[in-house]
């Protein structure tokens, strides 16, 4: 199994970035994404799943949107009106039918004037 995240970057606050993830290996049914601050816990964003079930961090409500493509295998992660508080090493994440999580190599988000 391999998940590839991308879209990372720098950018000002008030702006959007959009992350993508490709993952292989396997059917999924939940996907998502985490991140991780500087000295904090990675903490979850938002998921979804299969059927186009989405669910959200109080934080990036409104102003977070995932999105899956099945056929594919990816999902992705627009981010608009970033904060600075945003900043943070975002990750991708899938569960298989199974149970199993899996993970992707981080990208790194930062909001910075």
């Known amino acids: 199994v391999q998940l590839q995240a991308s879209g990372g970057g720098l950018v000002q606050p008030g702006g959007s970035l959009r992350l993508s993830c490709a993952a292989s290996?396997?059917?999924?049914?939940?996907m998502g994404w985490y991140r991780q601050a500087p000295g904090k816990q990675r903490e979850w964003v938002a998921a979804i799943t299969t059927v186009g079930r989405t669910n959200y961090a109080d934080s990036v409500k409104g102003r977070f949107t995932i999105s899956r493509d099945n056929a594919e295998n990816r999902v992705s992660l627009q981010m608009n009106s970033l904060k600075s508080e945003d900043t943070a090493v975002y990750y991708c994440?899938?569960?298989?039918?199974?149970?199993?999580?899996?993970w992707g190599k981080g990208t790194q988000v930062t909001v910075s004037s």
């Open positions: 994440n899938a569960v298989s039918l199974d149970g199993m999580s899996y």
């Open positions: 290996g396997s059917i999924f049914n939940r």
